[in-house]
Structure formats: structure tokens, C-alpha cells
């Protein structure tokens, strides 16, 4: 098993240019989840899926857009990308109410950087 | 905001010693996790406790949980190089098993 993928590992977008950050992951996980790490500011929540057609806003879900059309995928985009949304970002999974299992299983993560 | 705090935010020492991280929280919860992320990778889970439980073991890790004070401390026994990492505790505020809500980190460092 890959675990939780992440694609692509490094970015370089101008401010105002658009890109999506694709996670997958094939531990038939139901619950995703998008985080950003900042230094000094620990791993904030952006957005979240409960399930396969279903997301949520997390902690700072502004700037940001979600789509979890296949339930191994959680996609993530910056629609104008803005030089404070320069970060790592993090995918994550966990199994959910299948398993009551609180574990989450985290990706490689994405280097952004906009300038 | 953050929910969980971690304390100290570095800790060097050298290999063999043992190394304890402390986490405080705010809100009460159903339990606590912990995460290790080394260098430039993602984060790996390493132990849960959950709110009913006061001690927990996995191999060189004890995890303790204070509700009443809402806190918990990680200590790793006789620390090797490899444990040179950023530990994070995690806290599932707001009801949810599921949201977790990171603390900020604690570097820890292990000279060999």
C-alpha cells in the first residue's frame, strides 16, 4: 500500500495564478483532511471530508476549495493564490466511524511558495 | 486558535537520556494523540489516550493524561539519534473524535 499520496511534492505559482493539490490514499479511509503548516503555527485545519461528495470548512478555510468526488481522492484548490498562502500543506485520512478509529495518516505534503 | 500548547518548544539532550514533552489543553476532550513529524515529512501517529485513561505504554513512549488539569506529557526513555524530531500533541476539541486541533511543537534534539 502507497498510504496517502500527495501530488505534486513542490510549487511555484505566481499571485493570482490557480492550481489543485491532489491526495489519495488506498486505505479505503473515509474521513480526509487538508491541513497547512506554518512556521511557528503548528498544522491548521482547512478543510474536511466525512465522506465520498461531502466536505467541510475547517479552522482557515478561506482561499481555499475542496472537492471529494471519488472517495480515495481529496482535491484542494487555490482559485487566486495570494503570497499568505505560501506554506506546506498536508493531506490526511483516517478510517472514521468504520473502525472508531482515531488515527490519522498523513501524506509527504506539498512546499508552495507564491510570489 | 490552538487547543493544545506543547512545552518546551526545544529540548536537546543527549543520546540515552530521556526526554519528556508536555502538552496543555483548553476544552475538555475524548482523547489526546500524539504525532511525530521528522525533518521535511508528513506526520506519523505514535500513541492515543483517551480521556478515561491516566498512563499509557508503547515500547519506549509513556503517555500520561491529566484531565483535571488538562494536560498530558509524552517521555521517551533511553532517546536515540533517531528520535531527533518535532513532536505534536493533537486534541479532538469540539466534540469531534475526528477534527483534531495540532499544538505548535516541541524540537526535540539527540546528540549522539
Known amino acids: 500500500n502507497a498510504g496517502v499520496t500527495q501530488t505534486p511534492k513542490f510549487r511555484v505559482l505566481k499571485t493570482g495564478q490557480s492550481m489543485t493539490l491532489l491526495c489519495a490514499q488506498d486505505m479505503n479511509h473515509e474521513y480526509m483532511y487538508w491541513y497547512r503548516q506554518d512556521p511557528g503555527m503548528g498544522l491548521r485545519l482547512i478543510h474536511y471530508?466525512?465522506?465520498?461528495?461531502?466536505?467541510a470548512k475547517g479552522e482557515v478555510p478561506d482561499g481555499y476549495n475542496v472537492s471529494r468526488l471519488k472517495k480515495q481522492n481529496f482535491l484542494l484548490g487555490l482559485e487566486s493564490a495570494a503570497p499568505s498562502q505560501t506554506s506546506v500543506y498536508f493531506c490526511?485520512?483516517?478510517?472514521?466511524?468504520?473502525?472508531?478509529?482515531?488515527?490519522?495518516?498523513f501524506g509527504p505534503g506539498t512546499r508552495l511558495t507564491v510570489t | 486558535s490552538q487547543q493544545g500548547e506543547e512545552d518546551p518548544q526545544a529540548l536537546s539532550i543527549q543520546e540515552g537520556e530521556n526526554a519528556t514533552m508536555n502538552c496543555s489543553y483548553k476544552t475538555s476532550i475524548n482523547n489526546l494523540q500524539w504525532y511525530r513529524q521528522n525533518s521535511g515529512r508528513g506526520l506519523v501517529h505514535l500513541i492515543l489516550?483517551?480521556?478515561?485513561?491516566r498512563e499509557k505504554h508503547s515500547g519506549r513512549l509513556r503517555v500520561t493524561l491529566d484531565t483535571s488539569k488538562k494536560s498530558s506529557s509524552l517521555l521517551i526513555t533511553a532517546s536515540r539519534a533517531a528520535d531527533t524530531a518535532s513532536y505534536f500533541c493533537?486534541?479532538?476539541?469540539?466534540?469531534?473524535?475526528?477534527?483534531?486541533?495540532f499544538g505548535k511543537g516541541t524540537l526535540l534534539t539527540v546528540n549522539p
Open positions: 493533537a486534541t479532538d476539541a469540539g466534540g469531534s473524535n475526528y477534527k483534531l486541533t
Open positions: 490526511a485520512s483516517s478510517y472514521g466511524t468504520s473502525r472508531l478509529s482515531y488515527e490519522q495518516y
Open positions: 489516550i483517551r480521556s478515561n485513561e
Open positions: 471530508s466525512v465522506g465520498e461528495g461531502t466536505t
